[in-house]
């Protein structure tokens, strides 16, 4: 086992993801190991996303035979059938709605997961690119000490030993090895490239998480209030609140089922990657980096060497052998030539640098900094990262459940909007029954007066507007007519008895049952639930005028 898989163990969810089975559009099995550039592989998470997209046209059949077979099936008159009906269809909209929460909550924890996985990434690719970047650094300033800014000076010394041979001869041998570091300075790795591959890499990561992340928050708040605005027209039984929130959840499925495609293919080919990182690094770094400097990054630790160990300490003595030649030098030579003295103390000023400059060099370019931002970037990916788009595939799926179930409650709510309109407008306005007139008659009062004996609307103007007949009449029974009159829904009035003070006749025994019949045509009209609260409402208007009009 490599010393990589101490640090990093792939958790669970990579395992299980990375064991799904793998085959091109042909259904031929592909291998599962990550390789993006590969046609067959790329087929295969393709076919991921394709059975998403299975999964949305079952469910869209499944909604449309749902909605046929509500739309086509008989319509029931039965009174509980009714009320089971509407409490089965509030049930359902709470229910869907309280889904539709939970769902919003899981996919707000997973985006934040995600987002957070994904930070951790560029982060960490950030710093190894730092690192790079002050490698490189450091190696060209190095060279530019040995090649430029020695070589100045040197070309003076020259010329103020021009007299002294063995002076001139310490000055070739500070030149010939400044010559062999800056040769070992050559054989460090140049990073250029690698750094310009990783900026790309953090831009583009991080402007497609950014959008990703915003592109999920509206989708959270669009399936709320797409939900807290269904169950609102359900509750308000708007019929054109109703139909435009349906619409809405269609086009949220589709959302969601989408959504779940892309969830779905990018967390099977993360966990492909995370399974085995190490080797998809090492065959994509061999014509950039060494195999040995790759494998001494991903697999830090005592049994691994360093590959820039002898570079380093060829450099170290160069700069040593250099700064002891240049100190003699200084001595003894700056008695006889107070001039050469500047230039002297430049070049071990130079030398001093350059030492500074090879222990930070040293450290950067040590395994332990960045095997930490290695393993820093796979805990963000394949901890956060892949978790988080589990959480966003299950948001998914309960969205995908709540909207359908809105779908399949919406025509059921929509035909009993229906029904209800249906069986107002069937009942007669002169009805005295029928309550959506009742309700009108109170607003909108009769212009004028309907003389028929059991007329619900006469009753309903100002009492004030007539005068009781000054009349005297025997032989009529006003405590029965002022009864029938309070049983009917009117108020008691004296024109509920349009027989006294005309010098009429009481109505006979065939006009009294002839009137009942009617009166009977009309309540038979009516369920035991709607007689019940008609005949409490009666009652009521009976004690209420049962002291101004005793019998």
Not at 408 to 417: D, L, N, Q, S, V
Not at 517 to 527: D, H, L, P
Request: charged share 15%.
């Amino acid at each position: 086992m490599s010393a990589a898989r101490v640090d990093y163990i792939a958790p669970w969810w990579v395992v299980w993801l990375h064991s799904v089975p793998h085959f091109n559009l042909h259904l031929q099995p592909v291998d599962s190991t990550f390789s993006p550039r590969d046609k067959s592989y790329q087929e295969s998470l393709l076919l991921l996303g394709l059975l998403a997209a299975v999964c949305l046209g079952l469910n869209l059949a499944f909604l449309a035979t749902y909605l046929v077979c509500v739309c086509c099936c008989r319509r029931d008159h039965a009174v509980q059938t009714k009320q089971h009906s509407t409490c089965c269809i509030t049930w359902t909209a709470a229910t869907a709605g309280l889904v539709c929460c939970a769902a919003v909550g899981v996919g707000f924890y997973g985006n934040s997961e995600t987002n957070d996985g994904v930070y951790q990434l560029v982060y960490s690719l950030d710093d190894a690119n730092h690192t790079f970047s002050g490698v490189d650094e450091l190696v060209s300033e190095n060279t530019q000490r040995m090649t430029v800014d020695l070589e100045q000076h040197v070309a003076r010394l020259s010329e103020i030993f021009a007299a002294r041979g063995d002076y001139i001869q310490v000055l070739k041998f500070v030149q010939q090895m400044a010559g062999n570091v800056v040769v070992q300075l050559s054989r460090l790795p140049a990073w250029r490239e690698v750094t310009m591959q990783l900026t790309e890499l953090s831009d583009q990561t991080t402007s497609v998480e950014y959008y990703r992340w915003l592109s999920y928050l509206l989708c959270f708040i669009l399936d709320l209030v797409i939900c807290l605005v269904t169950c609102l027209a359900l509750a308000k039984r708007s019929k054109c609140l109703l139909a435009s929130m349906l619409c809405c959840g269609l086009i949220t499925l589709l959302l969601s089922w989408a959504s779940l495609a892309v969830d779905t293919t990018a967390a099977v080919g993360t966990s492909d990657f995370c399974m085995a990182p190490d080797i998809f690094i090492l065959n994509n770094t061999q014509g950039q980096i060494s195999t040995e400097v790759t494998r001494y990054y991903l697999y830090c630790g005592q049994s691994v060497s360093s590959p820039f160990q002898q570079v380093l300490t060829v450099f170290q003595r160069l700069m040593t052998s250099m700064q002891i030649q240049v100190t003699g030098l200084l001595q003894v030579a700056v008695p006889l030539f107070p001039s050469a003295e500047k230039d002297l103390l430049e070049i071990q000023f130079l030398l001093n640098s350059s030492e500074t400059s090879l222990h930070q060099l040293t450290a950067m370019l040590d395994c332990r900094g960045l095997h930490k931002d290695y393993l820093d970037a796979l805990t963000g990916i394949c901890y956060d990262g892949i978790e988080g788009l589990l959480f966003l595939g299950l948001f998914s799926l309960l969205a995908a459940l709540a909207f359908s179930t809105l779908i399949c409650a919406g025509p059921r709510a929509w035909k009993h909007f229906t029904a209800r309109d249906r069986d107002y407008d069937d009942i007669d306005d002169d009805d005295p029954f029928n309550p959506q007139a009742r309700r009108i008659a109170t607003h909108n009062p009769p212009r004028g007066q309907l003389h028929s004996f059991c007329s619900y609307s006469s009753g309903l103007g100002s009492q004030s507007s007539l005068q009781p007949p000054t009349q005297t009449i025997s032989n009529a029974p006003v405590s029965e007519y002022m009864n029938q009159a309070v049983l009917f829904g009117g108020n008691p009035r004296y024109e509920n008895v349009p027989l006294i003070g005309r010098g009429s006749p009481p109505p006979t025994k065939e006009q009294s049952q002839k009137t009942e019949m009617e009166a009977g045509k009309f309540w038979n009209q009516y369920s035991p639930s709607m007689r019940a609260t008609y005949m409490s409402v009666a009652d009521e208007h009976l004690r209420h005028y049962s002291g101004e009009f005793p019998a």
